[in-house]
T-cell receptor
Framework: AQSVTQLDSHVSVSEGTPVLLRCNYSSSYSPSLFWYVQHPNKGLQLLLKYTSAATLVKGINGFEAEFKKSETSFHLTKPSAHMSDAAEYFCVVSVLGTYKYIFGTGTRLKVLA | EAQVTQNPRYLITVTGKKLTVTCSQNMNHEYMSWYRQDPGLGLRQIYYSMNVEVTDKGDVPEGYKVSRKEKRNFPLILESPSPNQTSLYFC???????????????FGPGTRLTVL
């Protein structure tokens, strides 16, 4: 069965410092992996996606994620946090050929001035 | 503008009073889905539809119904709402044939439902 685990429910960083949001997945087959962001009282916006092409995926707003099959991880990073990055982030797995999506429980990112 | 719309955005109702939350997309997507979001649980899939007249259960379908009579619309029906269905609901769509946005879902703005 597929599953996704976001290892931190809350992360706090200072503005200008690096961001690391951790995600581990479990999938029997080749997964598609996504990171979505949800700003307060807003819908979900796609940050980036991995679909078996390059293992280092670049997304919007300076975010990137690296797919590591050996570690079953898809961690989200950003070199320098901005106040506008404060939001909730969701890691999502979708198995090729299915119509089901599994969301992680989310990581709330707080950016301190 | 390509988008997924939901109505209403906010709804307060009472236990047992039937309600419908509408979802519409203008991207000619075949696939549509409903999720509920609860604190600490992320988003959980309620129902999804692969095409017109084809629907299937997600992970938490109990207490919900859906119908897909037209490609653009996918309403969520609560025949007899209960307080444990108080949640934030999202509709999403995607076109599985579009390789440029492979597997990407587009989400609506959400509907916040409170059942008293």
């Amino acid at each position: 069965a597929q599953s996704v685990t976001q290892l931190d429910s809350h992360v706090s960083v200072s503005e200008g410092t690096p961001v690391l949001l951790r995600c581990n997945y479990s999938s029997s087959y080749s997964p598609s992996l996504f990171w979505y962001v949800q700003h307060p009282n807003k819908g979900l916006q796609l940050l980036l996606k991995y679909t078996s092409a390059a293992t280092l995926v670049k997304g919007i707003n300076g975010f990137e994620a690296e797919f590591k099959k050996s570690e079953t991880s898809f961690h989200l990073t950003k070199p320098s946090a901005h106040m506008s990055d404060a939001a909730e982030y969701f890691c999502v797995v979708s198995v090729l050929g299915t119509y089901k999506y599994i969301f992680g429980t989310g990581t709330r990112l707080k950016v301190l001035a | 503008e390509a988008q997924v719309t939901q109505n209403p955005r906010y709804l307060i109702t009472v236990t047992g009073k039937k309600l419908t939350v509408t979802c519409s997309q203008n991207m000619n997507h075949e696939y549509m889905s409903w999720y509920r979001q609860d604190p600490g649980l992320g988003l959980r899939q309620i129902y999804y539809s692969m095409n017109v007249e084809v629907t299937d259960k997600g992970d938490v379908p109990e207490g919900y119904k859906v119908s897909r009579k037209e490609k653009r619309n996918f309403p969520l029906i609560l025949e007899s709402p209960s307080p444990n269905q108080t949640s934030l609901y999202f509709c999403a769509s995607r076109d599985p044939r579009d390789s440029a946005s492979y597997n990407e879902q587009f989400f609506g703005p959400g509907t916040r439902l409170t059942v008293l």
